[in-house]
């Protein structure tokens, strides 16, 4: 099998500091000055890549943040050359400064922030130390989106963690209104839903201060489209407590490239007045063999039902009440398609 090798980008300061790679931007056959240029933070995370594909299949220019230089070729593996040489460029930032930020946004429509760091050491990665970091680049980001984006516009991906650790007994349904507990989450050292709570919460304050259009997307387990999951050590953080979010009937997964397709869409739809928190997910895992599939596929035996569960028939077992909806982002992409103004 022939290697193509992918051309090294071209290295360019910015600000004298930062350093920007900087792909064949002519490569695409569209007027760049006719595209808007929308901002990914973290373009060589799984979900960051999946939603850098879809906005340049949409026909937008996509500038691509990293926090380090050796990260470029994450960026190549994970979008292939094809779509690599589509970008406008990929701009190397400090996540936590300011004019970093700034300059990476500045002349941007919109900026996508999908992480704060990427974190590759599954749950002993995300710790309490983590927890201040995500809500404090949260702030930055959102503090950069007003000072120099074209447009103050921000899709900011956050978890359905930040809605569903209330308490340990969930009454009622969960939707885009509830949030989760911050005093719960630290009580039961859940770190990534408090990261995720607290940065979603300083993200709104930040906004409504600033003046920045913004919108949350809460996804559920990222999986990838076929098992193995090749990106297994994302899930583990998710996953703690996950036993409870299984009896609890709110353990939702939900595939990569359809939430990548999901913060598009509702990008596209702010034209149209969507606004708020959407949650975005597939399904919900309601039966145990469902759970066992899902062990199985990410390596993780036991992790969900114990090592001695009993195995159940399946004239036996019960299918788990789901408690946890999705219906405004069902409703936002149903009016998307009919182009029609909605109210959220």
Known sequence: ??????????????????????????????????KKL??????????????????????????????HPAE???????????????????????MEKLQSLCDAFRGCHAVFHTSSFIDPHGISGYSEQKVF???????????ACAKAAYIKRCVFT???????????????????????????CREKKLWLALGKTKAEKVAWMKAKELKVNLVTVCPGLLMAP????????????????????????????AEVEKVAKAHVSVYEGMNYGASG??????GVVRRQQEAIELEKGLKMTGFLLGE???????????????????????????????RLPCKT
């Open 133 to 143: 970091l995500e809500t404090e680049v949260a702030r930055t980001v959102m503090e």
């Open 226 to 253: 076929t098992f193995p999951n090749p990106h297994i050590q994302t899930s583990i953080p998710y996953l703690k407590g996950g036993q409870m979010m299984l009896q609890q009937g709110c353990l939702a997964i």
């Open 72 to 94: 470029f070729e994450d960026v190549k593996d994970l979008l292939g050359e094809e779509d690599l040489n589509l970008l406008e460029s990929v701009v190397v930032t400090k």
């Open 158 to 184: 956050t978890s359905l963690l930040a809605s569903i650790w209330r308490n340990e007994n969930i009454d009622g349904i969960i939707d885009d209104s509830c949030r989760s507990s911050e005093e719960f």
């Open 1 to 34: 099998m022939e290697e193509i090798e992918v051309p090294k980008p071209i290295l360019m300061p910015i600000s004298g500091k930062e350093q920007k790679c900087v792909g064949n931007i002519f490569s695409c056959s569209f007027n760049a000055r006719e």
């Open 38 to 67: 929308i901002c990914v933070t973290s373009g060589n995370s799984y979900l960051g890549s999946f939603i850098v594909k879809e906005l340049l299949a949409h026909g937008y220019l996509v500038r691509v943040t990293i926090q």
């Open 277 to 282: 928190r959407y949650l975005c997910f597939d």
């Open 308 to 338: 001695r569960h009993v195995v159940l028939s399946e004239e036996d077992e019960e299918e788990i009440p789901i408690k946890i909806r999705n219906s405004k982002l069902a409703a936002l992409l149903n009016k998307i398609n009919q």
